[in-house]
């Protein structure tokens, strides 16, 4: 049985920082692709980043140069580190592990 838990999420002012966790259990996040996604209110969900098997990433356009994905393979946890955060920043982030499995989501606030 496959278990996730997100945590991290919170209210930051711009420019601050935050680190986005997804624990997981009964699925082992090194030997798949990991991602994060983000929603906003009436926008579609959007992938932040991803981080292959083999350790390569990718980011989006907006985030690039300020967030980092990485993964603790001994905790069998993925990050999500957030830096210079904007309001634009503002959505509802969730981990996605493999092509299946989905984290509950946790929700960034970015205030002006």
């Known amino acids: 049985q496959v278990q996730i838990v997100e945590s991290g999420g919170g209210l930051v002012q711009a420019g601050g920082s935050l680190k986005l966790s997804c624990a997981a259990s009964g699925v082992t996040l090194r030997s798949t692709t990991l991602g994060w996604y983000r929603q906003a209110p009436g926008k579609q969900r959007e992938l932040v980043a991803t981080?292959?098997?083999?350790?390569?990433?990718y980011y989006t356009d907006s985030v690039r140069g300020r967030f980092t994905i990485s993964r603790d393979n001994a905790k069998n946890t993925m990050y999500l580190q957030m830096n210079s955060l904007k309001p634009e920043d503002t959505a509802a982030y969730y981990c996605?592990?493999?092509?299946?499995?989905w984290g509950q989501g946790t929700q960034v606030t970015v205030s002006s």
């Open positions: 996605k592990i493999g092509n299946v499995f």
């Open positions: 981080l292959s098997y083999d350790g390569s990433t």
